[in-house]
């Protein structure tokens, strides 16, 4: 679905030439400082390769509108950013940039208890915590349902628990709807049991690739 | 209606009683602000009496060539001002862009104002022309710094959710347009305030000339009217043009936003 041609950013990844398959779940593993926020940034073109291509779906990413591009790989921040307002208003605004319509009050109460936020619609966001503030985004981006996910460490505000049933639910989510996710992730127990592949990130290189079966589907 | 008094050179010397005054009670308390205060007040004379004289020329010797030449100077001047005023936080798109809105939007209202309100012939006549140009200039030259510093502001605080907007498929538009908004906010609240006060809390330094000089007070007043909406025009337009064309500065032709800016 992906693919890397001599792709140089900055000095900050030297990737040579790599895939990433669609319908699969791609992890990206590495020290922090590597590389991985700038590999999904280049996949959704929030940056241009300084040198080399990217190709998607068989054509330069440079062809493909930008804006276009990012409502159908959506990506997942690593510390998202939450709107002034409600919940509601949160996990509607995606829509909105979108230029989609809002979404119905039964269907955002489906996407809360998708993510496990007992909360009211109405409620403000200013109080929530780290870990909800980080499901309120994930639940935002389900609303938008993209054909790729880029999420950049999507459980890092979870506890182990919350983290196992929230990434389940997501890789669940991706398998019905027949989507593509490639996240980065710390956690070793996430990568080895949900990957379909995963992929080590080191000082902007890719240090080793490694297709994984533990999953059954 | 009285005539108009002439001061002569003994009653000015008088009003310089305050600057002693003045100078008398700073140094009694020994805060040190006499240089700067004895500079200003002989600033303040030279530069008036070296206008003075200016407009004496200038009105006696009317011509488009002058009057082109000294809007040209205030606009520059005015310029000049609000782009040292942020000279680190301005990139050359961005100094373009300010360029073009404060000349485009305040010449569009200066000739808007004196053809089509004021209906001017000669349309050079220096006696309208320059201390109108001079009001809507210095009035949009406020706009346009406070704009461009809520515009510089916000984007630099609120990045996060800017880029936010984007991964989530936003236009640059659309990512920046609570800033955008704000920014306008900012840039013509001073304008409506001072539209609120007016006659009450304050009487304009236009019309309180006017009736100095002997203008009966309902001419003073129809020209304070038109010229409160002549600047409150060439304020929002030229912060407006500034702007629409400035947020997209902040973006390349990708819709990517330039992370090397701020
Ligand atoms: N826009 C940028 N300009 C310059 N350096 C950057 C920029 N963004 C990230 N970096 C640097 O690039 C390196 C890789 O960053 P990043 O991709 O965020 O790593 P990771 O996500 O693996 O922690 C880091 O050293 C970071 O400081
Ligand atoms: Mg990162």
């Known amino acids: 679905m992906f693919e890397f041609v001599n792709v140089k950013y900055k000095e900050i990844v030297d990737l040579p030439s790599f895939c990433i398959e669609e319908g699969k779940v791609t992890t990206l593993v590495g020290q922090s400082g590597s590389g991985k926020t700038t590999i999904l940034k280049l996949l959704n073109k929030m940056i241009s390769p300084t040198q080399g291509k990217v190709l998607f779906k068989g054509k330069d990413l440079k062809e493909i509108n930008s804006v276009l591009h990012r409502r159908n790989v959506v990506m997942l921040t690593q510390n998202s950013a939450i709107f002034p307002g409600t919940i509601r208003d949160n996990l509607n605004i995606g829509l909105m940039f979108q230029e989609k319509k809002e979404a119905d009050d039964e269907v955002l109460k489906q996407i809360l208890k998708k993510i496990m936020l007992s909360k009211d619609l109405d409620a403000p966001v200013a109080t929530l915590s780290g870990g909800e503030k980080q499901r309120l985004a994930l639940g935002r981006l389900l609303l938008l349902n993209p054909e790729v996910y880029l999420l950049d460490e999507p459980s890092s505000a979870l506890d182990d628990e919350t983290e196992e049933i929230i990434i389940k639910m997501l890789i669940e989510h991706v398998h019905i709807y027949n989507k593509t996710i490639i996240m980065v992730t710390h956690s070793k127990n996430i990568a080895e049991k949900y990957s379909d592949t995963i992929i080590e990130v080191e000082r902007g290189r890719i240090a080793g690739r490694r297709e994984v079966n533990a999953r059954h589907h | ?262």
């Open chain 2, 1 to 262: 209606m009285h005539g108009i008094i002439d001061l002569t050179i003994f009653q000015i010397l008088l009003a310089y009683i305050f600057v002693l005054i003045l100078l008398a009670i700073v140094k009694a308390r020994g805060i040190k602000r006499e240089k700067e205060i004895i500079i200003a007040s002989l600033r303040m004379t030279l530069q008036l009496v070296l206008v003075g004289y200016i407009l004496v020329y200038i009105f006696n010797n009317p011509s488009p060539f002058i009057t082109v030449l000294i809007i040209f100077i205030m606009e520059s001047f005015a310029i000049y001002t609000v782009l040292k005023r942020f000279s680190e936080g301005l990139f050359p798109a961005f100094k373009r862009v300010i360029v073009f809105s404060m000349s485009t939007g305040t010449i569009a209202c200066i000739f808007y104002f004196l053809f089509l309100v004021v209906q001017v012939s000669p349309w050079y006549d220096p006696q309208y022309f320059i201390p109108i140009a001079g009001m809507l200039i210095g009035n949009s030259m406020t706009g346009i710094s406070l704009g461009v510093k809520s515009l510089l502001e916000g984007m630099k605080t609120q990045k996060n959710l800017v880029e936010e907007a984007l991964v989530l498929g936003a236009t640059p538009q659309a990512a920046t347009k609570k800033i955008v908004d704000d920014s306008f906010d900012a840039a013509i609240m001073p304008t409506i305030n001072s539209m609120l006060g007016m006659g009450i809390v304050f009487l304009p330094g236009m019309m309180t000339g006017q009736i100095l000089s002997g203008t009966a007070p309902t001419t003073a007043i129809a020209y304070q009217i038109a010229i409160m909406l002549g600047i409150l025009g060439a304020v929002a337009l030229s912060v407006f043009v500034m702007l629409q064309l400035g947020y997209r500065t902040f973006f390349n032709k990708e819709d990517q936003l330039f992370y090397d800016l701020f």
